[in-house]
């Protein structure tokens, strides 16, 4: 099985630096995506790290450590509409292609 | 707009009746997932077709089924609704190779009361 961990809740302010962990047991890794989603609406795809290492994209990177089972969202200059969810999903091994996500990190960003 | 359509986007109906949930694909795109979000529960995977085939099944109940049509649009049949049963469900789809990344629908809110 897979086994996910996020916090559940954060806060921050608006122009700030946020960073969101995750962490994870998984049998076999095919890869780790990190989701942003708006209350009520769809997930919408942010990044994907499959090998270790910093993947930048804009004002969100994110980063992954295989070997401790570890990665992290950053998020750079904050702004209101970053207010969301953010759902950590990894892919395990064993032919299946299959994201499990953990149960998201809800942000919230005040003036 | 995702490209993932997903009909009806709202569904109120009671304990013990049958509703079906419709998911267009993105154009291109061979699979077709199911998820299930309650607040309690997160995003539960719940069945992927490939190309008109079933490829893997999740945490689906026996009252659930689906199927994916040669047109690639899927359906979501849930029977003997029950209360719990009430939540987003969520239809993605991917296109194959790379890192086959999930393109997800509006989702449709279904209510059991």
């Known amino acids: 099985g897979q086994n996910i961990d996020q916090p559940t809740e954060m806060t921050a302010t608006e122009g700030a630096i946020v960073q969101i962990n995750c962490t994870y047991q998984t049998s076999g890794f095919n890869g780790l995506f990190w989701y942003q989603q708006h209350a009520g609406e769809a997930p919408t795809f942010l990044s994907y790290?499959?090998?270790?290492g910093l993947e930048e994209k804009g004002r969100f990177s994110s980063f992954l450590s295989r070997s401790k089972g570890y990665s992290y969202l950053l998020l750079k200059e904050l702004q209101m509409k970053d207010s969301a969810s953010y759902l950590c999903a990894v892919r395990g091994g064993g032919g299946s292609y299959i994201p499990t996500f953990g149960r998201g990190t809800s942000l919230i960003v005040h003036p | 707009d995702s490209g993932v359509t997903q009909t009806p986007k709202h569904l109120i109906t009671a304990t013990g009746q049958r509703v079906t949930l419709r998911c267009s694909p993105r154009s291109g795109d061979l699979s077709v997932y199911w998820y299930q979000q309650s607040l309690d529960q997160g995003l539960q995977f719940l069945i992927q077709?490939?190309?008109?085939?079933?490829?893997a099944k999740g945490n689906i109940l026996e009252r659930f089924s689906a199927q994916q049509f040669p047109d690639l649009h899927s359906e979501l049949n849930l029977s003997s609704l029950e209360l719990g049963d009430s939540a987003l469900y969520f239809c993605?789809?991917?296109?194959?190779?790379?890192?086959?990344?999930?393109?997800f629908g509006a989702g449709s809110r279904l209510t059991v009361l």
């Open positions: 790290n499959v090998l270790d």
């Open positions: 077709y490939y190309n008109g085939e079933e490829r």
């Open positions: 993605a789809s991917s296109s194959p190779g790379g890192a086959n990344v999930l393109t």
